[in-house]
């Protein structure tokens, strides 16, 4: 009974669990609309026509009757109604962006990234802008190109994207506004340490097949043939939305549109090119921008200079070589984020010797390359807030198929077919434990409380 009205103690100044875990009483409420409603479309911008199929439709009723007419009618009005819907991107006006987020001195939105970022009211919708810097010279053609395919981009494990804005070298990305906490957080909050959301075994299976699942879609099912990736998984770019704990991942089609992403030359000219990396000399230089990314400068003998940025811990090690960004990076950061969630442990961490006073690193991968050596290991490694409550056999399964995806050869890992299907099977095996087991599900007025 205690413990109980000490719970409800603490839950009463708060809405909900993540509000608890963020220590935020932020209302999840839209803002105000401060911002002007009107937009300047994609087609308007670029002098698109869009009416074309309307006006075929026309000259056919005129020139038919009866069933012909009904029938043409039908699909005059599917195509004006699918020139409605706002699947088209929209080019916002950068006075309505300015506007919107009150010049800009609107009160800074805590995201993932590192990027400045502003939650504020867009054409009647809440949404967060996010600004972001370009990485290289984007020609307009080829910016309205990507950005159209990426807005037709619908997943419910992907954040959407409405459009964007331009100004100078900056692009302003236009997302929708989710509730939640980061995962990073919900792992590792440093107001309490001993204290986690995902607390059982299904809460975390739920995290990594929703990871899963949104990124095979980028991956394989988007039908747009641009071989898109992210480019940018790590456990700070994943929401954990409320209430029901799935989740969702942020900031899809960002490094597309800024220019970060950079094509892989031909395999002929590839080859040459790793030869040379081979022989060439290496320096590498690190400045330290936040403590959750870094920028990497490598310059190699033949005075080029090549910028890699990235977060530690969850580059690959091509990427690292070469600065090119493909699914198989993807695979290796979302393996890192898998670990992550079974262990609740950093990806990478520094620790000092106090004998020596030496620094030493450690990472997630490392770890679990030992732990699953044997059992004992594994159940000392996943995660103790579990409190031992877990199939020890599908964590096995699932720790080896992140340590595939971290391979270091990029050709060994498996692709996110395969892996999404993989951790569906494992969800559904860890259900049947469950039920087998008869765990009782969580009971947040009990378990708010930290322990």
Same mark, same amino acid.
């Given at each position: 009974m205690a413990l109980e009205k000490k719970c409800h103690l603490v839950r009463q100044n708060y809405q909900t669990p993540l509000e608890w875990v963020t220590g935020s009483l932020q209302s999840s409420s839209s803002p105000s609309a401060g911002g002007s409603r009107k937009h300047t479309d994609l087609s308007t911008s670029y002098g698109v026509n869009t009416n074309t199929n309307t006006n075929t439709n026309t000259n056919t009723n005129t020139n038919s009757s009866g069933t012909g007419t009904s029938s043409s009618s039908s699909r005059a009005s599917l195509a004006s109604l699918r020139n409605s819907l706002s699947e088209n991107p929209n080019i916002y006006?950068?006075?309505?962006?300015?506007? !919107?987020?009150?010049?800009f001195l609107a009160k800074r939105f805590s995201s993932s990234s590192t990027s400045q970022s502003w939650r504020c009211a867009i054409r009647g919708k809440d949404v967060v802008v996010i600004q972001r810097k370009f990485r290289r010279p984007i020609e307009t053609p080829e910016l309205r190109r990507v950005l159209s395919e990426i807005c037709k981009c619908h997943h419910s494990a992907l954040i959407k994207l409405h459009g964007a804005s331009i100004s100078g070298d900056h692009i302003y990305l236009v997302y929708d506004?989710?509730?939640? !906490?980061?995962?990073?957080?919900c792992l590792r909050n440093p107001k309490s340490p001993n204290f986690t959301i995902l607390s059982n075994w299904m809460s975390r299976m739920q995290v990594a097949m929703d990871l899963a699942q949104g990124l095979e879609y980028i991956h394989h099912y988007t039908g747009l043939h641009l071989g898109l990736v992210h480019n940018h998984i790590k456990s700070s770019s994943v929401i954990i939305t409320e209430p029901s704990f799935n989740a969702i991942i942020c900031h899809f089609g960002a490094s597309e549109l800024c220019g970060e992403i950079v094509r892989r030359t031909p395999p002929h000219q590839q080859n040459q090119s790793r030869l040379h990396n081979k022989t060439s000399e290496i320096e590498e230089i690190e400045e330290e921008h936040s403590s959750s990314s870094d920028s990497r400068q490598v310059k190699r003998s033949n005075s080029k200079l090549m910028k890699v940025q990235g977060t530690r811990g969850y580059m690959s090690p091509e990427f690292l070589a070469d600065g090119v960004a493909t699914a198989k990076s993807d695979v290796y950061a979302f393996g890192v984020v898998v670990l992550e969630l079974l262990s609740g442990e950093e990806a990478q961490k520094y620790r000092t010797n106090e004998a020596t006073g030496e620094i030493s690193r450690g990472t997630v991968i490392e770890a679990a390359r030992e732990a699953v050596s044997d059992t004992w290991r594994l159940r000392r490694w996943v995660d103790s807030r579990l409190?031992?409550?877990?199939p020890v056999d599908v964590?096995?399964?699932?720790?080896?198929?992140?340590?595939?995806?971290?391979d270091v050869d990029p050709e060994r890992r498996p692709d996110m077919r395969h892996v999404a299907g993989q951790i569906s099977r494992f969800f559904l095996e860890s259900k049947g434990w469950v039920e087998k087991m008869?765990?009782?599900?969580?009971?947040f007025t009990v378990s708010l409380g930290p322990r």
């Open positions: 006006d950068f006075s309505h962006i300015r506007k !919107a987020t009150n010049n506004y989710v509730a939640g !906490a980061d995962l990073a957080t409190r031992d409550s877990f964590a096995e399964k699932m720790t080896r198929l992140a340590l595939e995806c971290v008869g765990t009782p599900p969580v009971d």
